[in-house]
């Protein structure tokens, strides 16, 4: 564009408005040309909105292709009240007999032997810690036998993601309990490590070292990118507290403070001093100026008689009251199952039953508050070990504090003995799967036997096909209706001019028009109809089809005698419901056979191809989301239209500036005509 324009200075004329009217005209092949445009990505827009029509028929037909959709199955039991079963789509259709139940599964359980009180009333508090109430068990006796065993020292966690492949793993630290090194839990990406103090030859897997040096050696390498988590035991806890602001109180990260054992207390200065603290007995003893400290033991909480300034690092070595347990059982291979719990004193009864709960070892504790009595249950049903019991317990907590002593026996953890079909076996739960089909035994018996039916459960296969059918019908109609909407050629897309000129609603209604019939009569989706109409009433000409179902006439499903409506399908589901009834398998073949003959493939692989092949089509003209405009017919015409455009665009700014040259022209040349005669109108006036 020119960067001198004089509009009207000397002529008085509106050149500017001129120009506007002037190029109205320049305009109109560009407007025929972003007209064009706007079809194109209307046209477009109508393709894709097509292709997510079909797709969604396309993934139904799959759906219909698999034989699931055919084989939902029902099981019909003699006796409810004694057994019951549900079966899956693979299952025969067959019968079972149950001529005895002798023995339902049942899990192992462990009842205490008494209450975990000494007095009944002054039961303990299940939501307090333990250490704080152990004087309330029944088996203390005096601070050397409490029933507990209580440890001194600190129970560690750490985490560690394996950098490259390895064998070992170092803990930060260095220094651990010599005598609980074989209490330490070691689980690798979720799964329990066992900890043993020497490998055996050869080296089993799943098996680790774990030294008193910090130093963890694996049977086997880890893989990198590995998960490990360790929980160990040191004689000792050192926290390092840089201090946030001038404050005198510390939380410690641990509670249950051991009496007497927070020995050492320093503060580093923002200089770089050391100060050694006394710890105190008594909080009152924190006088101002005195370099003292004195730490709730119950709560773990640091208080100095003095504000600490800003910026220091406060450093106290403690240990923590503790005590550990183990339980054990088995898996369904009959592997033990171990786990060890390490239990800080400020737990609670409660928490310490979560966290067996929530544990891998598989087994449930419960406390009643009534009784004040507790149980050990396996969490499944079954005899895991057959040469012994299921559940093991360790420790003097379970031993003595929650009295699961030697006296204790074991009730339960039975499988479930049966006769099936002459066959006497066993299993690990009452409910079980066998070749599809699961049972659910409810009670004993060894007379009278109870037949079970494996049938076809023909009312969700009508509602499957019903549902094929629907989705079938709704696809058709609107793809007609589409490809039959009216053109309105006078209807243009709208120029922004023309459009500012409407009200919202005109605009609406000629966008309407503009893109109604867009892509009328289009070969490519009027040919997939015909084919898909075809399709759906093609004989199955495939030999282990009962002639009598080879068509879907012949099962209930024609078309509308209404010619408008496209081939609609209509259903008749009382036909339909005998043919599923009398031949299940030649309805499902009919369907969703498969061959390498053309007229031997089922209805769904025919439909489901013609499908796959048309939006394979509309997809090469108008494209998708992911391709981009020069992958597809349409998109490259939007590019040469772009391109036209732009060149066109630039072709209009050169008319322009050329009229606006013309003007300035003419301004210039009446300038300089008005100037001559201002000269001579003054030289004869004189």
């Known amino acids: 564009m020119s960067t001198l324009r004089i509009s009207g200075l000397a002529s008085g004329m509106d050149v500017d408005s001129m120009v506007k009217e002037m190029m109205k005209a320049q305009r109109v092949p560009m407007d025929k040309l972003n007209q064009k445009k706007q079809i194109l990505e209307w046209q477009r827009d109508d393709y894709r909105s097509m292709n997510t029509l079909l797709s969604g028929l396309k993934d139904l037909s799959f759906s219909m292709k698999l034989t699931s959709s055919?084989?939902?199955?029902?099981?019909?039991?003699?006796?409810?009240?004694r057994i019951t079963a549900t079966a899956s789509s693979s299952a025969s259709l067959t019968s079972y007999n149950i001529s005895s139940v002798d023995k339902l599964a049942s899990a192992a359980t462990k009842v205490n032997a008494g209450a975990l009180s000494k007095s009944a009333t002054d039961k303990i508090d299940a939501d307090s810690g333990l250490y704080d109430q152990m004087t309330k068990f029944a088996s203390y006796v005096d601070n050397t036998s409490t029933g507990f065993n209580w440890k001194k020292g600190s129970i560690e966690k750490e985490s560690k993601t394996i950098e490259s492949a390895t064998d070992t793993i170092q803990l930060k630290q260095a220094n651990l309990d010599n005598n609980l090194l074989l209490s330490s839990s070691v689980k690798v990406n979720g799964k329990d490590y066992q900890v043993v103090s020497s490998f055996t030859d050869p080296k089993l897997p799943g098996q680790v070292i774990v030294g008193a040096d910090g130093k963890l050696n694996f049977s086997e390498q880890l893989t990198a990118g590995s998960s490990v988590s360790v929980t160990y035991f040191t004689p000792d806890h050192t926290d390092v507290i840089t201090v946030p602001g001038g404050i005198k109180d510390f939380q410690l990260t641990k509670t249950s403070i051991a009496s007497g054992s927070l020995t050492s207390v320093s503060v580093k200065t923002s200089s770089g001093s050391i100060d050694n603290y006394t710890v105190v007995t008594d909080k009152t003893q924190l006088t101002s100026g005195t370099k003292n400290v004195y730490v709730d033991e119950k709560t773990g909480l640091l208080s100095f008689a003095d504000t600490i300034e800003k910026g220091a690092e406060v450093s106290a070595t403690y240990k923590e009251n503790y005590f550990t347990f183990g339980l054990q059982s088995y898996d369904t291979n009959g592997k033990a199952v171990n786990q060890t719990f390490a239990i800080n004193g400020s737990t609670s009864l409660n928490s310490v039953i979560n966290q067996i709960n929530s544990s891998s070892v598989g087994i449930s504790a419960f406390y009643d508050t009534q009784t004040d009595r507790m149980t050990l249950t396996r969490s499944q049903t079954g005899n895991f070990n057959p040469t012994g019991n299921e559940i093991h317990t360790s420790g003097?907590?379970?031993t003595w504090a929650a009295r699961f002593d030697g006296t204790v026996t074991e009730s339960g953890g039975d499988n479930a003995v049966l006769t099936i079909n002459g066959l006497k076996t066993e299993r690990n739960s009452n409910a079980f799967a066998m070749?599809?089909?699961?049972f659910n035994l409810k009670q004993t018996f060894n007379t009278g036997s109870v037949s079970l039916a494996v049938g076809n459960n023909s009312d969700d296969v009508i509602k499957n096909i019903k549902a094929f059918v629907d989705k079938y019908n709704e696809t058709i109609s609107k793809v007609k209706d589409k490809i039959s909407e009216e053109r309105y050629r006078k209807y243009d897309p709208l120029s922004d001019e023309q459009r500012s000129a409407m009200t919202d609603k005109q605009a609406e209604l000629w966008d309407e028009k503009a893109k109604s019939g867009l892509i009328k009569s289009d070969p490519v989706l009027s040919s997939a109809l015909n084919e898909m109409r075809q399709n759906m009433f093609a004989t199955?000409?495939?030999?282990?089809?009962?002639?009598?179902?080879?068509?879907l006439a012949k099962i209930g499903i024609t078309t509308?005698?209404?010619?408008?409506?496209?081939?609609?399908?209509v259903l008749d589901e009382a036909k339909l419901k005998k043919a599923i009834e009398d031949d299940p398998a030649s309805v499902?073949?009919?369907?969703?056979?498969t061959s390498s003959?053309?007229?031997?493939n089922g209805l769904m692989q025919k439909l489901y191809d013609t499908l796959n092949k048309t939006m394979n089509s509309v997809k090469d003209k108008a494209g998708n989301s992911l391709l981009v405009n020069s992958q597809f017919v349409i998109g490259k015409e939007l590019n040469d239209l772009d391109t036209r455009i732009d060149a066109f665009n630039e072709r209009l700014t050169q008319v322009e500036d050329?009229?606006?040259?013309?003007?300035?022209?003419?301004e210039q040349a009446i300038q300089r005509s008005n100037q001559q005669s201002t000269y001579l109108s003054q030289y004869f006036s004189k």
Do not use: H
């Open 560 to 569: 509308s005698s209404n010619y408008l409506e496209g081939g609609k399908l």
């Open 658 to 666: 050329r009229y606006y040259s013309q003007f300035t022209a003419m």
């Open 588 to 593: 499902e073949k009919l369907f969703t056979n």
């Open 435 to 438: 070749n599809g089909v699961t």
């Open 540 to 551: 199955v000409t495939d030999s282990s089809i009962n002639p009598n179902y080879n068509q």
């Open 70 to 81: 055919y084989r939902s199955r029902t099981v019909t039991s003699s006796d409810e009240s």
């Open 597 to 600: 003959i053309s007229s031997e």
């Open 396 to 398: 003097d907590f379970l």
